[in-house]
């Protein structure tokens, strides 16, 4: 039985250690050029943790479900394709989208040139004449390289037009020749000017064109490219307001850090001094638990580092702390009126099990269900809650449970290692 029990303690001991470790451990894996960073410096980091940048954009048309799905996941494409990492795009329900982004160079022209409204093209500099090929038309645009001689490469972007997209652009370019050269203008939304003009030489008919200049720098390019993708979304996009610039609240995440930290230490001193060397195998189950949802979180997209994640991880660590203390009390009960220790511990757990269920159950709906309708910060408190409840179960009734009982292989007689006592005249019934 010790056998066992000593197997059964050490296998649980090296998996919390670790979980642990490997949260704030960071290396270079050996022989890779990689370097692996610890689940918590994994976390992705919210606005309010690290500033940044946001935009909130109108759309039309997005009762269409599907044509909203495919812009939102467009315009984290866009967002991808130049390097704006950790940024985050959401739906809400009454069709907006808003995007936010970390601190970058060129996150403000992007996020504004995605909110300018639909590609037109025309053949005239007015803005009122007539549009022969809008963003709808487009079916692909990249910034690339042409290669001009053996040895010389010009950037542009590359665009590829639909069918209809195609035919405009085959009539508009028809006169068009070296001597009579046609030219096309790029306008977004409803603006007066254009952003970009256009000469060409010949006529156009294979479908794409390769937009570019002697003097189109690598950057340049790219800008076009952003203005002339984001302008064929399959949802037209509008700024709503101005992007604007996210300030870390540093007083706000400084005080739910330090909350944590003194939840987290009066857990501590509470297991240890009011349940003793049982408190101290719940310790070993609030390793693992927190070295596992720093794990699970940093993999899950949804959730972020940030005052809402903190407030979800926060109350699944009292949900954690309540699980532990009704499971101990019950114990103590238990041996209050005259049960064993190993009786005690038996009724302790069976009559927890139907309440701790029931409690993290409410709490992993609560999350699901405030993940599910919410937005931005509430999916990150959603899914962090949902997560974090059902593994504060499974610990608590599993994990806790088989330390538990391991333990009885060592003591099952000395009460005071454990602080239970018995109430006056009670004597011990099995």
């Known amino acids: 039985m010790k056998k066992k029990a000593i197997i059964k303690i050490s296998i649980i001991s090296v998996v919390a250690f670790l979980a642990i470790l490997f949260s704030f451990l960071s290396f270079n894996v050996a022989g890779r050029n990689y370097e692996f960073v610890g689940f918590a410096r994994a976390l992705n980091e919210s606005l309010d943790f690290n500033g940044g940048y946001y935009a909130d954009y109108n759309t039309t048309g997005f009762e269409d479900e599907e044509k909203y799905d495919k812009t939102v996941l467009e315009i984290e494409s866009i967002l991808n394709s130049y390097n704006v ?71 542009g972007a590359y665009v590829l037009f639909d069918d209809e997209g195609k035919n405009a652009l085959e009539t508009a370019t028809k006169s068009a020749t070296s001597s009579n050269s046609v030219t096309i203008y790029f306008f977004r939304g409803d603006d007066d000017s254009s952003f970009f003009q256009l000469q060409i030489s010949e006529n156009v008919t294979a479908g794409y064109m390769f937009i570019s200049s002697t003097s189109m720098t690598e950057a340049y390019a790219n800008s076009l490219a952003i203005q002339l993708r984001s302008g064929s979304l399959p949802l037209v996009v509008n700024t709503f307001g101005e992007v604007s610039t996210f300030k870390t609240q540093n007083h706000i995440m400084l005080g739910a850090a330090i909350a944590s930290g003194v939840l987290l230490l009066a857990l501590v001193i509470l297991l240890v001094v009011r349940y003793r060397e049982l408190g101290l195998l719940a310790l070993v189950s609030l390793v693992m638990f927190t070295g596992l949802s720093l794990f699970l979180m940093q993999t899950i997209d949804y959730f972020e580092l940030s005052i809402a994640g903190l407030a979800g991880l926060v109350l ?87 330390l538990a009982f391991s333990y009885l292989a060592f003591n099952k007689s000395n009460n005071k290692r454990l602080n239970l006592t018995r109430e006056e005249g009670v004597d011990e019934i099995g």
């Open 85 to 155: 990492r950790d940024a985050k795009v959401f739906k809400s329900s009454d069709g907006k989208i808003r995007v936010e982004a970390p601190k970058s160079d060129s996150i403000e022209s992007i996020l504004t040139s995605i909110g300018a409204g639909e590609l037109k093209i025309r053949t005239s500099s007015d803005a009122s004449s007539d549009v022969i090929i809008s963003g709808r038309n487009v079916k692909s645009v990249y910034a690339t390289q042409y290669q001009t001689s053996a040895y010389d490469y010009q950037w």
């Open 316 to 402: 699944s660590l009292i949900l954690f702390a309540f699980a532990h203390i009704y499971i101990f009390e019950n114990i103590k009960k238990e041996y209050a009126i005259g049960r064993k220790i190993s009786t005690s511990f038996k009724n302790g757990f069976n009559k927890s099990n139907l309440v701790i269920v029931d409690v993290s159950v409410v709490f992993a709906v609560l999350g699901l269900f405030t993940f599910l309708i919410g937005g931005g910060a509430l999916k990150a408190f959603g899914m962090s809650l949902f997560v974090c409840s059902i593994l504060s179960l499974v610990i608590s009734l599993v994990i806790t449970r088989t």
